[in-house]
């Protein structure tokens, strides 16, 4: 088992190009994206952090999300059955339904990190414990991918996987030219 918290961060090529540009086309094709917003713990309340830098989410049911879904599940058995052989942590539950993120130019996501209580209703309850960021297309200057102060290269059709905790500061830095698609969901 291995101590470095690096080695957590892991980038697969899980998506086929072709996918990734038909969840684009579907992507540019619907019209139910909102302003991200952060909650705020001492104010019980969602507010932007970024004012009109804040990027677009969906959580859009498109045709390809099943396609997605199955991506995903293949990609954390990857992640967790076999690259790291763990024996505490084969019994996850399940991830949240995939959000989109559209960040065009001038938007960014703050420094964060998943600590996300309002995704669980109360069925299941806690925080998620690994976080998923698919990457849908390159055609775009700036938006890198940070985590702990690493930039994270990657290319259209990754999954990167990584865990949720306090200890995986992440953030994307601003769009400068272009739009970036990508989708997110955590673990639990």
């Not at 705020?40 to 677009?56: H, R, V």
């Amino acid at each position: 088992m291995t101590t470095d918290l690096k080695d957590y961060i892991k980038v697969y090529n899980t998506l086929e190009k072709s996918l990734c540009k038909k969840i684009r086309k579907e992507l540019e094709n619907i019209e139910d994206w909102k302003t991200h917003t952060f909650y705020s713990y001492d104010k019980n309340d969602y507010k932007p952090k970024n004012n009109t830098k804040e990027l677009d989410i969906s959580w859009s049911n498109i045709k390809t999300k099943k396609i997605l879904t199955d991506k995903i599940w293949k990609t954390i058995y990857q992640y967790i059955i076999v690259d790291f052989k763990s024996d505490h942590f084969k019994s996850w539950n399940g991830f949240t339904s995939i959000r989109f993120n559209r960040y065009k130019k001038g938007t960014t996501m703050r420094m964060h990190y998943d600590h996300i209580h309002s995704l669980f209703d109360g069925r299941y309850k806690g925080i998620p414990v690994i976080s998923f960021i698919g990457v849908l297309n390159e055609n775009y200057t700036g938006g890198e991918l940070i985590i702990n102060d690493q930039k994270i290269d990657s290319k259209a059709g990754d999954i990167i996987i990584f865990p949720s905790c306090f200890l995986y500061p992440h953030e994307v830095k601003e769009v400068k030219k272009g739009t970036r698609y990508s989708f997110v969901s955590w673990g639990f």
